[in-house]
């Protein structure tokens, strides 16, 4: 499946896209922030790439102008999320690179896979949450109309090997219609 905004092309991740993605998740600014670590290698992003960003739902943002990766959108359906929710719903987790914060672009996205989550695959409610400290993705949630619902403290992270505050939120469909 293949997404297009006005901006923005989302689309699936290919090995090919490994040097980019290293390029933007290398930055410590942006892997910690949402919970991984930086990436050490081309090959360290192209075995992420086969591994993680290969899950069903899984896009790479990228600019239309180039179609090169920029960051990456999912969701995660039912027990595929971290957060225990039903199958009838999903959870959406996004980054993009350093040089493309502040420009609007993740909320693009978010909004685009909100619609196929609704209209296509049916789901009756997507959360979202954002670590302690992670203002900008406190911000997306905010501007797509997700709703703050709770807080989970102490939350053990062992792709980080800490302990984390996250905040979740919430917008159901019926929510969104009203948009």
């Known amino acids: 499946m293949i997404f297009k905004t006005k901006r923005l092309t989302l689309r699936p991740w290919d090995v090919l896209d490994a040097e980019n993605l290293y390029k933007y998740a290398k930055d410590p600014s ?33 600019l239309k102008e180039d179609n090169k990766a920029i960051g990456s959108i999912g969701i995660m359906i039912g027990e595929k999320s971290n957060i225990g929710i039903s199958d009838d719903e999903g959870e959406i987790g996004y980054w993009i690179g350093v040089p493309f914060w502040g420009k609007g672009l993740i909320p693009e996205a978010v909004r685009e896979l909100m619609k196929y989550a609704f209209m296509d ?22 501007k797509c109309r997700f709703i703050y619902k709770f807080t989970n403290k102490d939350v053990p992270w062992p792709l980080m090997g800490d302990i984390r505050t996250e905040h979740i939120s919430c917008i159901s469909k019926d929510e969104w219609l009203k948009r």
């Open 30 to 62: 942006v892997g910690p922030i949402a919970g991984w670590p930086v990436h050490t290698s081309v090959e360290n992003s192209k075995e992420i790439i086969k591994t993680v960003l290969s899950e069903p739902y899984t896009y790479a943002v990228c």
């Open 121 to 142: 695959l049916g789901l009756k409610k997507l959360w979202c949450g954002h670590f302690e400290s992670n203002e900008n993705s406190k911000r997306v949630q905010e």
